[in-house]
């Protein structure tokens, strides 16, 4: 079974880098035509789609993220990392990794992604940028 675990600060200041880090077990990054992507959630609204990585190594981002944000993976550590810059408090939100077998992938600014999108996901890690 696969099992993905978030790691990352919790709390940032305005301005600094956001890098967060999702291990998987039970499967290979390197799966075969598998998606693995980031989603946050911020308090009181729904899940925002963030990036996707495939077994390929191919990476895209939702439009609202493109530009500030990294998506790569460790394969030594069978890993998946984000890296968000420039945070503001506006990127307070529980930030999710997730996956599925099947390709992912949404370039539009807002992306329907709901928890039957994917078929594993993380229990999530907080993040509050505060100064």
């Known amino acids: 079974q696969v099992q993905l675990q978030e790691s990352g600060p919790g709390l940032l200041k305005p301005s600094q880098t956001l890098f967060l880090s999702c291990s998987i077990s039970?499967?290979?990054?390197?799966?075969?035509?598998?998606?693995w992507v980031w989603i946050r959630q911020p308090p009181g609204k729904g899940l925002e789609y963030i990036g996707t990585?495939?077994?390929?190594?191919?990476?895209y981002f939702s439009s609202s993220f493109k530009g500030r944000t990294s998506i790569s993976r460790v394969t030594a550590k069978n890993q998946v990392t984000l890296q968000l810059n420039s945070v503001t408090p506006e990127d307070t939100a529980v930030y999710f990794c997730?996956?599925?077998?099947?390709?992912?992938?949404?370039?539009?600014?807002?992306?329907?992604?709901?928890?039957?999108?994917?078929?594993?996901w993380g229990q999530g890690t907080q993040v509050t940028v505060s100064s």
């Open positions: 039970g499967g290979s990054i390197g799966m075969k035509d598998s998606s």
């Open positions: 997730a996956g599925r077998k099947g390709y992912y992938i949404c370039l539009a600014d807002v992306c329907d992604v709901g928890k039957s999108t994917f078929e594993w």
């Open positions: 990585l495939t077994d390929r190594g191919d990476i």
